[in-house]
C-alpha cells in the first residue's frame, strides 16, 4: 500500500460549479475525501483554477463571478470541507504540517492557484494569497498574464521570458515559502524560472515531449534542468499528454502509458524528478484511473515492471514532500 501525493485537482472549481458546500462526497467530481481516504492518499493540492475570463463569465460556469469573488468561493468550499471532516483530513502549508497529519491518521490538503492572473503585477497581492494559505502558484495558465507567457505553437509567444515583474516575483516567491509551479508555462518562462529561482521548483502537472509531443509537455533539456535544480513534475493523466497518437478527443488515459512516461522521465532526469499530477476533474474521457480510489493500480503496474518499493515510494511521494520541505513554508 502506497500514500501518495497528488500536486494537481480541478475539484474547487467543479464543486463551485455544482454548488457543492462540502468535499466529503461528491457523486459528480473524480475527488472527494471519502474516495481519497479509500485511496490512501496522504496529500492532495487543490487547486483554485481561473478559468478564461470570457468562459468564466459565460457559459463554463454560468456564475459570473470576478476572480475575486471565484478565490473566495473556492478556498472557502475547501475550509469549510475541512473543518467539517477534521476527522480524516486537515490544512496543510508545509512539510511539517503533512507530517503532523499524517502521524495523526489524517490526510492534508495544501491550496494552490493556477493561473495567477489575480496578482495583477502586486507584490503584496502575493502576500494575500500567502496568508489565504496558497502554498503553490502556476504563473501561467494558457493566457499571458503579470508573470509571462503561456505554452503555445507560436513559436515566438513559446520563446518569450519571465516579464520583469515575473523574474522577481519566482523570487519573492521563493522567499515567502510558496512553490513555483511552471506547469502551462511558455518554454522562455520556465528556462528563467531555472535562471532566478533560488529553491526547487516543480511542474505540479506535465508529462515529457519526446514520448507525447503535446506543446503542455516538457522536452528532455527542460526535465534535465528540473532535476538539476532538485524539482520534480506531477505525472498528469491527461489523454493527449501521455499518447499523442488519438485523434482529437479520443482514446484512453492507460495506466501502460502513465509507466512509459514515468521509465522516460526518470531515465532522462533520474528516480529523484517524478511525482503525481493527476489534473483530475480538469481532464475527460476514458480514465483507467479517475479516482483517487484507483491509484494503487498505477503502483501495482510500476512493481510489475520492476520498479523497487523504494522507488515507488519516491515516486507515489518522496520526491514531493522533500521539494516541499525545501520550497513550501
Ligand atoms: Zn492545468
Known amino acids: 500500500m502506497y500514500e501518495y501525493v497528488d500536486m494537481h485537482c480541478d475539484t474547487l472549481l467543479n464543486g463551485v460549479m455544482n454548488r ?3 468535499l466529503y462526497e461528491m457523486p459528480g467530481s473524480m475527488i472527494d475525501f471519502q474516495r481519497m481516504k479509500a485511496g490512501h492518499t496522504l496529500c492532495q493540492f487543490f487547486a483554485v483554477f481561473f ?14 463571478l470576478t476572480d475575486e469573488e471565484l478565490f473566495r468561493q473556492a478556498s472557502g468550499l475547501l475550509n469549510s ?4 471532516h477534521e476527522d480524516i ?6 512539510y511539517k504540517e503533512i507530517m503532523t497529519n499524517k502521524s495523526n491518521g489524517k490526510m492534508s490538503a495544501v491550496l494552490t492557484v493556477e493561473d495567477g492572473r489575480m496578482v495583477d503585477g502586486k507584490m503584496e497581492m502575493l502576500d494575500m494569497f ?3 494559505g496558497v502554498r503553490a502558484i502556476a504563473l501561467t495558465w494558457n493566457f499571458s498574464n503579470c508573470f509571462g507567457y503561456p505554452n503555445s505553437s507560436d513559436p515566438e509567444i513559446m520563446n518569450k521570458g519571465l516579464t520583469k515583474f515575473g523574474k522577481e516575483a519566482v523570487q519573492y516567491m521563493n522567499d515567502l515559502g510558496i512553490l513555483v509551479d511552471v506547469s502551462h508555462l511558455s518554454d522562455g518562462g520556465f528556462w528563467d524560472v531555472v535562471k532566478y529561482t533560488k529553491k526547487p521548483f516543480v511542474a505540479t502537472h506535465s508529462d515529457a515531449r519526446a514520448v507525447s509531443s503535446n506543446q ?6 527542460m526535465i534535465k534542468a528540473l532535476a538539476e535544480k532538485g524539482g520534480v513534475t506531477g505525472i498528469n493523466f491527461c489523454i493527449p499528454f501521455l499518447n499523442d497518437t488519438y485523434p482529437p478527443h479520443s482514446g484512453t488515459s492507460r495506466i501502460e502509458d502513465m509507466v512509459r512516461m514515468i521509465k522516460h522521465i526518470s531515465n532522462v532526469g533520474g528516480e529523484d524528478i517524478v511525482g503525481i499530477g493527476t489534473d483530475l476533474d480538469g481532464i475527460g474521457g476514458d480514465l483507467e484511473i479517475g479516482s483517487p480510489d484507483k491509484m494503487y493500480l498505477l503502483f501495482d503496474a510500476l512493481e510489475k515492471e520492476g520498479f523497487t518499493e523504494r522507488q515507488i515510494e519516491k ?15
Request: a neutral charge; hydrophobic letters at 25%; zero cysteines.
Open 20 to 22: 457543492s458546500n462540502d
Open 51 to 64: 478559468p478564461p475570463k470570457e468562459l468564466h463569465e459565460g457559459q463554463h460556469t454560468g456564475l459570473g
Open 81 to 84: 470541507s475541512l473543518n467539517k
Open 89 to 94: 483530513i486537515m490544512p496543510a502549508h508545509n
Open 130 to 132: 500567502y496568508s489565504q
Open 216 to 221: 503542455r509537455n516538457m522536452t528532455d533539456d
Open 315 to 329: 515516486i507515489a511521494s518522496g520526491n514531493v514532500l522533500r521539494v516541499i520541505k525545501e520550497s513550501m513554508k
